[in-house]
């Protein structure tokens, strides 16, 4: 049974020798469908795969409030009402903390962070470090690890503390040598010692959501970045100078349990909303997010079903339209076979095998083809690619099951000839 | 091994050293009984065959001659079993094989007959060896039996040394002993040649008839349909067809001394 199947693949493959080139330009509409739906499957699951990575890091729990520069546009009258001597005041505050804090159900943790950009210096060495004042909570609303020494603690905010804790990229500059902790650093004109080291957030997140260095940064008690350094920011740029006071950037508000964030995220953007008339705050939920990244893969899945079944169905009519060509071109051959014992099942079976051989074969080397081309692309487009054996699996699956589908009409009417005019075809 | 050696294939044959005592008491193994067969063309009903009846003995061998349009190719389709008479039975080995099915008729035609072709038709795509394996394959002979089936028969039509061309590879003639051996190797009750010799030139033509005429005296049953009357006086008998009947039988240039003309019918 199992030999005569292999000495039926074996006859197919000759005979499909016989024509090599017609036989390849068949095979090629398969190798293409195979090899495109391998390749975009890899390539779409690893684009998803880092947009969920980059969400995920921003913290499924949380909805996350930011602090936004209002547009000229929407600058018109409120704009220009809170527009002062000291320049542009907008964004978060820390009435919007405490009223999130105090009327918002279904929340574990909410923190406020002020970032701005401060110079800092240890010695001779200096970096331009993010310098963000926040609270011990941040430890649990981020996903940040303290290496050496500790975080922020309850008291440094209370004490209004010069302690620092800071980042794997700031250490590594001002500190290549040395252990930094206990040491004493200037940010911006002021000493603060350091109290912790962060472990480095490197690698595929090195550049975050925002695009800054998540490990250029300097963390300092909330309190004390309001004592030493107030709100107001000055901006130089292009000779002119220009302010804007900012309160907080962002405020990170940790939900309970996954199933409360679309309640607490509608809470916050309600309260937000009543608080800001200006445009000036955006509200960013990473589950949200996560979904809508979900939802366009099964988007993206479903236009990849689509490309592939048509890529399969022309695929799969150029097979039929060629073997239906090559039994009309071996009418006489199935007469002699015929008139030599051969079954209608016989024939059946060698044309079948026929276009299995066929689409197999362009299956096969479609699969090999799909699974290089996302290795290229992530060497020269630095885009991550994951190939998936399943998506594999199915694509090559499909290849054989078009072979069998369109091969069956081909090998029945082959079978169905009458041996005797099967003969005397010319 | 050569086609003498080969030759032992009956107990007549053998028994009678090449000049066999080919009396009536060989068996009968192939029997046409009022066979008939009509097409519908259009609104009209032609009969092709209109009740033929003839008896072949083991051994025998027989030319079938006749005019185009006399109804030779549907007689030999019919015997060939590769058609089913509208009427009429046709026993072949002691089975009535007119009502088989298709798959019955294909088995049949696999074991118990040989087919010899005007245009030869080999397969192109396989080798001398494989080309005679065909019938072997269809019939389930396992592989190493059947090869070694294959080469045998193949050194009995003298392409021993060819056995790994092409057909294209090789002459007309070359090519007709292929499709000779082919028709020899699953063993049949007998062998049916169509105008075997048409597309050979007179001098291989002649080879091949002599190979023919080897089987024959071996004791192998052959039925050959043919238009040229210096061919057909090589056989034992000769049957005429003309519009559908049996015209006439009668004896050929072989034919056996002292032994009458079957009944034509």
């Known amino acids: ?426 | 091994m050569t086609v003498s050696e080969l030759g032992d294939r009956t107990d007549n044959a053998a028994s009678a050293g090449g000049g066999a005592p080919r009396g009536e008491e060989r068996p009968v193994i192939l029997e046409a009984r009022d066979i008939r067969r009509s097409y519908r063309m259009g609104g009209n009903v032609v009969h092709a065959l209109d009740g033929v009846s003839f008896k072949v003995r083991q051994g025998d061998y027989w030319a079938i001659m006749g005019q185009s349009g006399s109804g030779k190719s549907t007689l030999l389709n019919l015997l060939g079993c590769l058609d089913r008479p509208t009427e009429g039975a046709y026993l072949l080995g002691g089975d009535d094989v007119a009502q088989l099915d298709d798959d019955d008729l294909a088995e049949i035609r696999g074991q118990r007959l040989g087919f010899i072709f005007q245009s030869f038709n080999l397969i192109l795509q396989l080798t001398v060896l494989e080309n005679i394996e065909v019938p072997l394959f269809y019939q389930g002979i396992p592989a190493r039996e059947a090869r070694e089936r294959a080469q045998r028969y193949a050194e009995l039509v003298g392409l021993g040394g060819r056995t790994h061309h092409r057909p294209l590879e090789l002459s007309g003639g070359q090519q007709q002993r292929v499709a000779i051996a082919r028709a020899l190797v699953n063993e049949p009750l007998v062998i049916l040649a169509d105008e075997a010799t048409g597309n050979l030139d007179s001098a291989t033509g002649r080879e091949i008839l002599g190979l023919l005429d080897q089987l024959h005296v071996q004791g192998r049953t052959i039925i050959m349909v043919t238009h040229d009357p210096s061919i057909a006086n090589r056989a034992e008998w000769v049957l005429r067809l003309k519009d559908g009947k049996i015209d006439r039988i009668e004896p050929g240039g072989k034919h056996p001394e002292g032994v009458r003309v079957p009944e034509s019918h």
């Open chain 1, 1 to 426: 049974m199992l030999t005569t199947f292999l000495r039926t693949v074996a006859l197919g493959v000759r005979s499909l020798l016989l024509h090599k080139l017609r036989s390849f330009l068949t095979m090629l509409g398969i190798l293409f469908g195979v090899a495109s739906v391998v390749a975009m499957l890899a390539i779409g699951e690893g684009a998803s795969e880092e947009a969920q990575a980059k969400f995920l890091e921003l913290g499924s729990t949380n909805v996350i409030a930011r602090s936004r520069k209002p547009s000229a546009d929407s600058d018109s009258s409120a704009g220009m009402a809170a527009r002062n001597a000291r320049g542009v005041i907008y964004g978060l505050t820390f009435k919007d903390l405490d009223v999130i804090r105090g009327t918002i159900s279904g929340v574990e943790r909410v923190v406020g962070v002020r970032s701005v950009l401060k110079p800092t210096a240890h010695g001779s060495r200096n970096v331009e470090a993010r310098l963000s004042g926040t609270t011990e909570d941040f430890l649990d609303v981020a996903r940040v690890e303290i290496d050496r020494g500790r975080f922020l603690t309850t008291s440094d905010n209370l004490r209004r503390a010069n302690v620092t804790v800071i980042g794997e990229e700031v250490r590594r500059q001002l500190f290549p040598f040395e252990d930094p902790i206990a040491k004493h650093i200037a940010i911006g004109g002021e000493s603060f010692e350091v109290v912790g080291t962060m472990r480095s957030r490197g690698g595929a997140s090195e550049k975050n959501f925002e695009g800054s260095d998540e490990d250029k940064v300097c963390f300092i008690p909330l309190a004390t970045m309001e004592t030493r350094f107030g709100f107001i920011d000055m901006q130089r740029s292009a000779g002119s100078r220009s302010t804007e006071q900012v309160e907080l950037h962002e405020v990170r508000v940790r939900a309970l349990s996954l199933d409360a964030v679309p309640d607490v995220a509608q809470a916050v953007r309600d309260v937000l909303k009543r608080l800001h008339e200006k445009d000036d705050v955006e509200v960013i939920v990473p589950l949200e997010l996560l979904r809508t990244v979900e939802e366009q893969k099964r988007i993206w899945k479903a236009v990849l079903a689509a490309i592939a079944g048509i890529s399969l169905l022309v695929g799969g009519i150029g097979v039929m339209n060629v073997m239906l060509a090559t039994v009309t071109e071996r009418t006489r051959e199935i007469g002699v076979r015929r008139a030599l014992g051969a079954k209608k099942r016989h024939v059946i079976s060698q044309f079948l095998v026929e276009t299995l051989v066929l689409s197999t074969a362009g299956g096969a080397i479609g699969v090999f083809l799909g699974i290089a081309i996302p290795f290229v692309v992530e060497h020269y487009a630095d885009m991550k690619t994951v190939v998936r054996w399943d998506a594999v699996g199915l694509a090559f699956g499909i290849s054989a099951l078009v072979g069998v589908v369109f091969g069956l009409y081909p090998a029945m009417r082959a079978a169905s000839m009458d041996p005797v005019e099967a003969l005397r075809h010319e």
